[in-house]
DNA sequence: GTGGTCCAATGGTCCAACCAATTCCTGCAT
DNA sequence: ATGCAGGAATTGGTTGGACCATTGGACCAC
């Protein structure tokens, strides 16, 4: 016998439901990313529902990242939301070290070349005219200020995985890019970080412009090469350091 | 001016708090997934904060997957957990239909290239035996019972997670596995579902033992496309027989 | 305009009680 | 002794009400 034929009953689940009246809330009033929802107080008077299990709910919906609270001004729509989501929270044990940033960019790589690959296949001229233009702020923002420029290279990769078509990608490299925002400054005392990966950034839009997927994810895994170098070379600079 | 050289200051952060202390009780006491932790209410009283708090902080952590709450019994603890660890909550919109197993097919092609190539570079000739090892019971397991098993076709992939040396690759196409197993049986009614990969998995293991990146990442990329294919072939069936 | 003050709205925290599921122990019948 | 019904204690789930901290706008003096 199938197992799942058979599911669990539910006697309780105050939270639940009121998850679920609140995705029904939302697409009802067709709220979109960024607007704010009723207040706690309100929805624990509509749903008659006390308000610390409203906020028992809400906690969950925060935990996943699709809603935002702010103290005093209310809670806010961070991602759009729909009656059959399927939630899959991971939990890497990682810290700071070297190992960690390694690990973790050996997944951007993976998932980098794959985006760019699928960008290629299946960008529009619209598209392309977009990457293009976050390649061209990017570039500038380098000879400006001689140097990577952690927020507009973000940007064009952003685009690209946004192309792809494919939300995941940038579900997940967003959240790894949050863990290595702090080092992306100047991580490991090396300086010219980044440097290396520029010229890559073009050979990837050129790629993905002459609708070459194969290309495009070639490119993209030198690029990442390039990162991991400047990451290896900081990691010899500090051992070194650390000798003396 | 750098932006970042004024990050919003953090006045309260007591549910925050509260993990971090959870955290630190876990590992003062060696606490092992399934072990229960205190109660609620003693948490409450020896943290000097509201039992509320204590569950906001909870509801959080259940939310991650990291810990169980049985009314009744108790808080059990679910997952190990340390000081740094990266929480990425994963949303799929949309939840058993094709588009949704499309995306994370293609999430998976992106992981299983880079892991096979990874593993190509670094697996040692135990590595390499322990693979093919794996290979033989899937492929006598395939001749035995006339098509793909899913167990021993998911015991040679993890094998290669594994010889990746990246503990990640493994933890999020686990992930991602668990949440389609039901699927991966008979998925959209194509009985032969996976045939087509078979061959791929010897491919895949001669380009490891031969040291071979490149030429492993590009097996890895045709065995997957096959299974998107077959997913393509299921969802045109049954778009032909909704048609009827 | 600029800056300051006040105030209402809103999320954050706290408390005390009760409900519901679970666990465990007691005591009775066998 | 054994087994089992039944109740008490434990524990998470829910409720209602209160107060605090932050926000953002209205209003005002300069």
């Known amino acids: 016998m199938d197992q799942n034929s058979l599911p669990p009953i539910q006697t309780t689940a ?50 996943l990242g699709l809603v935002e609270r702010r103290q005093g001004s209310g809670t806010y729509l961070k991602a759009a939301v729909s ?37 290629a296949e299946r960008a529009s001229q619209a598209d ?10 990017m570039e500038q923002a380098f000879r400006t200020r001689e140097g990577m420029s952690s927020e507009e290279d973000w940007e064009f990769h952003q685009a690209i995985y946004r192309v792809s078509g494919n939300p995941l ?47 495009a994810r070639a490119e993209a895994l030198k690029l990442i090469s390039t990162v991991e170098d400047d990451l290896k070379r900081g990691a010899a600079k500090l051992k070194l350091s650390s000798q003396t």
Not at 88 to 114: C, K, Y
Request: proline content about 5%.
């Open 14 to 63: 105050r939270d639940d439901a009121v998850l679920k009246a609140l995705v029904g809330f939302v697409r009802a009033e067709a709220l979109q990313p960024g607007e704010r929802l009723p207040t706690e107080r309100i929805l624990a008077e509509r749903l008659k529902v006390s308000r610390n299990t409203v906020r028992e709910a809400l906690t969950r919906w925060e935990g």
């Open 83 to 119: 009656p059959d989501m399927l939630h899959m929270p991971l939990t890497l044990a990682g810290g700071n070290d070297f190992t960690s940033l390694m690990q973790t960019l050996e997944i951007r790589r993976a998932l980098e070349a794959e985006a760019a690959a699928l960008c």
């Open 169 to 215: 990608f940038e579900q997940i490299i967003a959240a790894m890019h949050e863990l290595f925002h702090r080092f992306w400054e100047h991580p490991l005392g090396v300086r010219d970080f980044g440097h290396a990966s520029f010229p890559y950034h073009r050979t990837i839009y050129e790629r993905i412009a002459a609708r070459d997927p194969q290309g």
């Open 128 to 137: 392309i005219a977009e990457i293009a233009r976050k390649l061209d702020i």
